[in-house]
C-alpha cells in the first residue's frame, strides 16, 4: 500500500493527496503587502497538475504593526481581497486546495519594516533569537486589539476564496512569545502556565471560528518545542494541542518555537517526528510533519509508521517545481 497519495476524508479540509507545500516566505508583495504578478506566477508554477494537495501560503501580517519583513503579504485590510481571490483561483485551477496562513511578528521585526511602530511582545523581554530591541509588554487592551486583527484578517482570507486559514504560532513570531516561558513572564490571565499562556490562542480562535462559521477549517502552527533550556518542552504542547482540539483546530501544523524551522542536535528526514508522534498520541484530528522531507521513500514511511498523517516538503519543492509530479506518478 503507498501512503502519500491517498486522500484526507476524515476532515473539514479534504484533500486529494497527503502532500503539503508548506508556508515559505517569498518576499515578493508590492507596495503595502499586495499580490505581484511574482507570486501569481510562482504558486502557478508550484501548483500546476495539482500534485500537491494543499497548499499553505506564506505568513501574512494582519496589522502593519505585526510585519515581520518587506515583501511580506497583507491581509491587514480589505482593499487585498481582490489581489488574495487571484491567487486563491490560480491554484484552484490547477487543482489544489490552499490554505492562508495569518501572522503577527511581535518583537521579532523592527521599526524600519514597521515604519516606526511600538516593537511590542508578551511581556518586555528581548527576543532571544533575532535580538532586536525590547519590546514593550502588551497591554490587555492591544491583546484584545489583535484578537479582532485575527478575527478580521480570518473574514478576509474566507472571502477571498481560500479553503481554511492557518493561526501562526510557530518560529518565535507573537504567538509564540505569548506560548514559551522565554518570552512570557506576564503575571495576568494571559501568563504563568501553559493554559495562561495559551489564553491568547484560545481567544483568537474563539474569534476566528466566529467570523468564518462552523464549517470553515481552522489550522494552527505551533512551534511545539524551543529546545533551549526553560523554553516550551513537548510536555507542554501535549496539554496545549488538546486545547486547541477541543477550541475547535482542524488540523494541528507541527513546527519548531525560538529553534525556527530546524530542531538543533536533530537530523535526518522529518526531524520533528518525535514531536508530531507525542502529539498524535493525546490528539485525534490530523497532524501535518515538516522538516527535512526531501524523498518519497521517507514521507511515504513516516505516514506508514503514524509518525503524521500529511507530510510537508519545502526546500526539496521550492528547487524542482517538478518533485510533486515525479512523487505522485512513482507511486502508481
Known sequence: MTYLNQP??????????????PPMATSKSEGNGEISKGILEYYDEKSRGGYVGLFIIEHSFITPQGKA?????????????????????????????????????????????????????????????????VPRELSKEEIKEIIKNFKD?????KDAGFD???????????????????????????????LGRIRIHL????????????????LLRLGSSDYREDGTTIEDSKIAVLEFEKAGIDILDVSGGFCGYMAPGREGQGYFSELTEAIKEVISIPVILTG?????????????????????VGRAMLQDSLWAKNAMESLK
Request: charged share 25%.
Open 8 to 21: 484526507l476524508n476524515d476532515c473539514k479540509l479534504t484533500l486529494n493527496n497527503r502532500l503539503v507545500f
Open 69 to 133: 519583513s518587506k515583501g511580506q503579504m497583507s491581509v491587514a485590510d480589505d482593499g487585498n481581497i481582490e489581489g488574495l481571490k487571484k491567487l486563491a483561483e490560480t491554484i484552484h485551477k490547477n487543482g489544489s486546495k490552499a490554505v492562508m496562513q495569518i501572522n503577527h511578528a511581535g518583537s521579532a521585526t523592527n521599526r524600519d519594516i514597521t515604519e516606526g511602530q511600538d516593537n511590542v511582545s508578551a511581556s518586555a523581554i528581548i527576543h532571544p533569537s533575532m535580538r532586536f530591541e
Open 153 to 157: 484578517a480570518a473574514k478576509r482570507v
Open 164 to 194: 481554511g486559514v492557518e493561526i501562526h504560532s510557530a518560529h518565535g513570531y507573537l504567538l509564540n512569545q505569548f506560548y514559551s516561558p522565554l518570552t512570557n513572564k506576564r503575571t495576568d490571565d494571559y501568563g504563568g502556565d501553559v
Open 203 to 218: 481567544e483568537i480562535i474563539k474569534a476566528v471560528k466566529e467570523v468564518v462559521g462552523e464549517e470553515f477549517p481552522v
Open 292 to 312: 527535512g522531507i526531501t524523498e518519497v521513500e521517507a514521507a511515504e514511511n513516516l505516514i506508514a509508521t503514524g509518525k503524521t498523517d500529511l507530510v510537508g
